[in-house]
Structure formats: structure tokens, C-alpha cells
């Protein structure tokens, strides 16, 4: 274990304090607090955009034992804003790494605190709900960090999308295919945009408030509308071009954050959930297939069911098996649809990769 001799503190938003070590950078970071139940895939999770702005739990035991590989990254950096382990190790055993864990983050810059009890901190925010929390191996003057927890502002009503989006388009594909994917980054992993390119696309990903005028420039045959950190509903920019994309009649697919502002642009409103759905092998029922997916899950934000089902133009397409909360739904008199988990899930579970088969044969058939 790097650095035993130097004492970290974590603080939540309900006064709980808990004493571990640090980890990669000293340093303090602050965020709100959620957790990750996978055993594998702890670098795809740090650097996966919808992390942006959270303090991270690692709920299983040993994180940081088969090393960092530079493949093996959502995005071009980690995002999370501080990780928590109970064994945090740059000891490991994978002769294809690049590096440790510990020099992982000391070059990202990231925070992380060693020897907490994830399993219990997990049941406590599982009971009390996500709160924000403050996580630091620079001073262990509670009082002072109070003070600096007291004006992190809440995950609630935050938009954050813009600030993990890329600031260039860019191109994926092969630029001779007539499936041409405009794509609206709002913090999207790039497993997502090697899916589509492997089934054919030419994409191009865009800035998170590009207009719809400019996202016709790319003259595209279907819309892809990604994932992303922060609350959906203050993104008005996002909700207004969903909105007129929605009205060329060109297929439209959604994941995590894209499905909330689809529900969005047809009048759903969303809401923030007790504690989210994190990690790993959450049951989801397709309704109009009848069969069961396990998937991988990220959000802290939910679409409301009432609403949806009240919606005469809306159709449910997928439930959460654990709680019943609405995963997937279409639009009746257009070829748009969207998922709340992700299909792409790298790692994770490969049951919803046809997700992308029919979003593509939708925008072949069109």
C-alpha cells in the first residue's frame, strides 16, 4: 500500500467522517458521493464522462490489481473527481499494463483516499440517499473541510454536459458510407462511437450546443444522441434541438443522458433518484421482446413513469427488473427510441449490442 504513512479523511454532507490513507495525488477534491459494484473495469469507469463531478466508491474490494492500460479508457482522461477504496494497490499482476494504479492517478491529477469500509459506505448511501462529500490527504482539520464541503453546490440542477463535450467535431468511419451519424456529445464514451463504426457509420461527433442548423451541414441520415454527467433538465439548448431533430422524422437513438432529453423534448419531465443505478448486472425486461438483458448502469436521474405512461405518443419499451423504473421508450409516430443503461458496456455485459443493429437498420431502411 503507496503512501501508509499519510492519513486521508473522507466527510459527507450528513456529517459522517471517515478515516483511511492516501492515494495517488495529495491533495482534496470535493463532489457528490456515489458507488460502482463492478469487479472489473475500474479504469473504464474513471475516465467514462457521466462520472464528471463525483467522488467515486469502489464497492469491490481490490481495485488497482491488474494495472492501467492506455487501450482501456472511455474518454481522453479520468473524470471522476476522487476515488474511495478499501484496497487501492499499485502492485499487479497483468504483464500487458502500461503502469500502476498509484502512478495512474498521480499523473491525472486524481485524489483517492485507501482503507475505507466501501462495502458499509455503500449500505449508508444506499439507506441515506447521494449527498455531496469532501475527500482529502492535504489537511485533516475536519472543521476546515466542513467549511469547503458547506459550498459544493448540489448535483441537483447542475449541468455539466458542456463541460466534458468535445470542443472540436470530429470524424469516425468510413467517410464513403451512406449512413451518416451526427452525433451530440454530451460526455459520450468512445465504446459508443466504436459501435456504431462497426456496424457501417460515418460519424460525426459534435459539440454539446451545436445548433440543429449546423448539424444539418453534416447532411446526416440518422441522430445520436449520447450520455453525459449532471441534471438533464437545465439543458433547455439540448432539449430545443432534440426537439427539431425530432420533427425531420429521421431515426433518433438515445443512451442515459440522450434518453432524458428525449423524454424531455415530448413534454417528460425528470427527476433526481434516491441514489442512482450504478455498476454492473442490473436486470432489464424488454417489454416488447419479453426477454430479459443484464446490463451496465450509470445515472442519478430517472424519467417520470406517470408521465411517460399518461404520453398516448410514447410507448414503454424497457423496466428495470429491480425497482421498475422505466429504462427504455420509443416515440409512436417516429423512428426515435432510447435507453436509460448502456449497451455498449465495455466492460460489462454484451446483451443490448442489438440496440445498435436496430438503430442501423432503422437509418438503412429510412
Excluded: W
Aim: proline letters at 5%; charged letters at 20%.
Amino acid at each position: 500500500m503507496p503512501l501508509p504513512q499519510t492519513p486521508a479523511v473522507l466527510i459527507l454532507a450528513d456529517g459522517t467522517v471517515m478515516q483511511g490513507h492516501a492515494f495517488g495525488k495529495i491533495g482534496t477534491a470535493t463532489g457528490e458521493i456515489c458507488f460502482n459494484t463492478g469487479m472489473t473495469g475500474y479504469q473504464e469507469v474513471f475516465t467514462d464522462p457521466s462520472y464528471y463531478g463525483q467522488v467515486l466508491i469502489m464497492n469491490n474490494v481490490h481495485i488497482g490489481n491488474y494495472g492501467v492500460k492506455a487501450a482501456d479508457v472511455e474518454s481522453d482522461s479520468v473524470k471522476v473527481k476522487a476515488v474511495i477504496g478499501r484496497n487501492l494497490t499499485e502492485k499487479y499482476s497483468r504483464f500487458l499494463a502500461d503502469t500502476s494504479l498509484q502512478d495512474y492517478f498521480e499523473v491525472q491529477q486524481v485524489v483517492a483516499i485507501d482503507g475505507i469500509d466501501t462495502r458499509a459506505l455503500v449500505t449508508h448511501i444506499r439507506k441515506e440517499g447521494a449527498m455531496n462529500c469532501i475527500v482529502s490527504s492535504g489537511t485533516n482539520n475536519v472543521a476546515e473541510l466542513r467549511a469547503a464541503l458547506e459550498k459544493v453546490p448540489s448535483m441537483d440542477g447542475l449541468e455539466l454536459a458542456s463541460s466534458v463535450s468535445t470542443e472540436r467535431s470530429y470524424f469516425m468511419g468510413d467517410e464513403k458510407s451512406p449512413v451518416r451519424i451526427a452525433v451530440l456529445d454530451f460526455g459520450i464514451k468512445k465504446n459508443i462511437l466504436h459501435c456504431l463504426v462497426e456496424r457501417g457509420a460515418y460519424v460525426k461527433v459534435h459539440n454539446a450546443r451545436t445548433t440543429y442548423e449546423e448539424l444539418q451541414e453534416f447532411s446526416p441520415s440518422g441522430y445520436f444522441i449520447s450520455n453525459g454527467p449532471g441534471d438533464p433538465a437545465p439543458m433547455t439548448y439540448a432539449v430545443d434541438t432534440v426537439k427539431k431533430i425530432l420533427l425531420t422524422r429521421k431515426p433518433l437513438f438515445g443512451i442515459c443522458l440522450g434518453h432524458q432529453l428525449l423524454a424531455l423534448a415530448n413534454g417528460i419531465s425528470t427527476f433526481k433518484m434516491h441514489h442512482g443505478h450504478r455498476g454492473l448486472n442490473h436486470p432489464v425486461k424488454n417489454i416488447i421482446s419479453g426477454k430479459c438483458e443484464i446490463t451496465t448502469q450509470n445515472h442519478g436521474f430517472g424519467i417520470d413513469p406517470d408521465m411517460v405512461r399518461q404520453n398516448a405518443n410514447m410507448e414503454i419499451t424497457h423496466i428495470n427488473l429491480n425497482d421498475d423504473s422505466i429504462e427504455g421508450i420509443r416515440i409512436l409516430d417516429r423512428p426515435a427510441f432510447s435507453v436509460q443503461y448502456h449497451p455498449e458496456a465495455t466492460p460489462g455485459p454484451h446483451d443490448s449490442r442489438y440496440l445498435f443493429d436496430e438503430f442501423m437498420d432503422m437509418v438503412r431502411k429510412n
